[in-house]
């Protein structure tokens, strides 16, 4: 179970106190927590329904421009890992005010940028925010009463797959009624107060892991990541068979190999690699892979649909806005049944609502790869989604959470985290190559496109669903 700074307070002395003289109360530590995290994902998927609009406002090119989402993806994946570790090592609220800051400074570099590279840059700056979700899960592990460390997780979970949907359902209206400027001058104000409030008002934990950093490990992880995600974000542009995408994929294997041994290796590891052979660990991180996957697709799938012209046979014609709508079901979802799935995970663990959620986020493709002609189908298949993640998301944080130390925490959670943005990223390039796959004469993806998008995600959550049912249950 989870143990208070309180109680831990003789284990190792506090680093700093809260300038507010006091600890403060939880649920103050959770607003701001919960701040910096909304930020963090919104900005992550904000963009992606705009690339076109930012394209003609910078005068840029289609494969230009995807550096936007790019150069998010691989910073926030190399970042997220090792502020965990380094918070674990230095303190959470130190790292985290850390995190934040630069979120705030790459979100203005953004906003004010009127040419690609610079945009880029803040995007990459932003990217060192990735450590705002490990953090904040160490941060509620050590700070909360015991009773509500399952709660609190869940919730904090949630918000990446919330942020992410709300990000879609928001770019439409900023982009129509203001400019693409604003899909950065927004999240920017809300990372700002939080970054103050978690300065002024959290607590810095007094539980450290002691050692030095392993920037040995450190470099290789960051390589391996770059080699993997990079080839996968930039595919579809460069050739698959291409000799840089698979010089990449080489070099990400052989690279991600040297990686474990150094770590086996190493007295003091970036990431234990006993840790990670926890069966609790890697079979969540394999289930956090496989729903990662089913879940991005969504994000490709839905608005598409919704914005093929009518004259197609099986398009909405809508637009970017409506294209988003249809997934604020799953967005609310996501947060009624991350509260439902916290209660439950305090009273019976976090394996039984991992399997529920998998298996209704099945359900939900089932759905929509049999039925997608009307509206209300496409809304009962994300609201079936957005039940499934709710349940997945807060029980994979918790089962980590449950199977690692508490000095462990921060690092074992950043590695949860990278194992879905690997599926998210493989799950949405996975969907883009189906549809280009089946273009029509016109250019359009046909309806059989989405018909194996869907189902292709339904079959990733299926088996998710099988390394769900392989994570041990709760200790009594």
Do not use: C
Not at 43 to 64: C, K, M, Y
Not at 114 to 132: H, K, N
Not at 242 to 260: D, I, N, T, Y
């Amino acid at each position: 179970m989870a143990t208070t700074a309180r109680e831990a307070h003789e284990e190792l002395p506090v680093a700093e106190e809260p300038l507010l003289g006091h600890r403060p109360h939880y649920n103050v530590t959770f607003i701001f927590l919960a701040l910096g995290g909304l930020a963090l994902a919104v900005s992550q998927s904000l963009v992606a329904p705009a690339l076109r609009e930012i394209q003609t406002d910078l005068g840029t090119s289609t494969t230009a421009v995807t550096w936007v989402l790019t150069a998010f993806l691989l910073s926030a994946s190399v970042a997220t890992p090792i502020l965990g570790r380094l918070g674990d090592m230095f303190g959470k609220k130190r790292v985290l005010v850390i995190a934040l800051t630069a979120v705030a400074i790459g979100t203005f570099v953004s906003a004010v940028a009127t040419t690609l590279a610079p945009l880029v840059v803040g995007r990459v700056i932003q990217g060192l925010g990735g450590g705002i979700f490990p953090l904040s899960m160490s941060i509620i592990r050590d700070e909360f009463p015991r009773e509500r460390v399952a709660g609190g997780i869940a919730l904090i979970s949630a918000i990446l797959g919330v942020g992410g949907g709300l990000g879609i359902v928001l770019a439409g209206p900023i982009v129509e009624h203001f400019n693409y400027h604003w899909l950065f001058w927004f999240p920017f104000f809300v990372v700002a107060v939080a970054a103050i409030g978690v300065f002024l008002a959290v607590p810095e934990s007094p539980i450290r892991t002691r050692g030095r950093v392993d920037w040995l490990g450190a470099l290789l992880l960051a390589g391996w990541l770059v080699a993997l995600l990079l080839p996968i974000s930039e595919g579809k542009t460069w050739g698959w068979t291409s000799a840089r995408v698979v010089g990449l994929f080489v070099a990400a294997a052989v690279l991600a190999a040297v990686w474990v041994v150094v770590e086996i290796r190493s007295r003091e590891p970036l990431v234990d690699m006993r840790m990670m052979r926890l069966r609790g660990v890697w079979t969540t991180n394999a289930t956090a892979v496989l729903l990662g996957a089913g879940m991005f697709g969504s994000f490709i799938l839905v608005p598409q649909l919704i914005e093929l012209p009518k004259s197609t046979g099986y398009g909405f014609g809508g637009s970017v806005t409506q294209g988003g709508l249809y997934l604020l079901p799953s967005t609310a979802m996501m947060i009624v049944f991350s509260v439902v799935a916290g209660r439950l995970i305090s009273s019976v663990g976090p394996r039984l609502p991992l399997i529920l959620g998998t298996s209704v986020s099945v359900a939900s493709f089932v759905v929509l790869a049999v039925a997608h002609s009307e509206g209300w189908q496409i809304l009962l298949g994300t609201l079936l989604l957005g039940i499934g993640i709710g349940f997945a998301y807060s029980a994979m944080a918790n089962q980590i959470v449950e199977s690692v130390p508490s000095e462990q925490t921060g690092v074992a959670t950043g590695m949860n985290t990278i194992m879905r943005t690997i599926g998210g990223s493989l799950g949405a390039t996975v969907s883009a190559v189906i549809l280009t796959s089946s273009l029509a004469a016109d250019g359009l993806p046909r309806e059989r496109g989405f018909t194996l998008a869907f189902a292709a995600s339904a079959v990733a959550l299926a088996l998710a669903v099988v390394a769900a049912l392989a994570v041990p249950p709760r200790r009594r």
